[in-house]
């Protein structure tokens, strides 16, 4: 089964991404794509460590995201 990702969560990841990057990533960032994950796999019945895992590689690698 494919994992499932919404727009607010690739924007929430793409915001910490880039915090992250700049070496400025905040609690309040990080806890908001925290909580956004916990909360879509329940909501969607899938794991949570396969969506956030899902979610960094679309952010992080987007070359190999699929369609």
Do not use: C, F, N
């Not at 915001?15 to 994950?37: C, N, R, S």
């Amino acid at each position: 089964m494919a994992i499932e990702l919404t727009d607010e969560l690739i924007e929430l990841e793409r915001a910490a991404w880039a915090e992250q990057q700049a070496g400025a990533l905040t609690v309040p960032t990080a806890l908001a794509v925290q909580t956004a994950v916990t909360a879509h796999a329940k909501a969607t019945e899938q794991s949570r460590y396969g969506v956030e895992q899902e979610l960094k590689r679309v952010v992080r690698h987007p070359e190999g995201a699929g369609p």
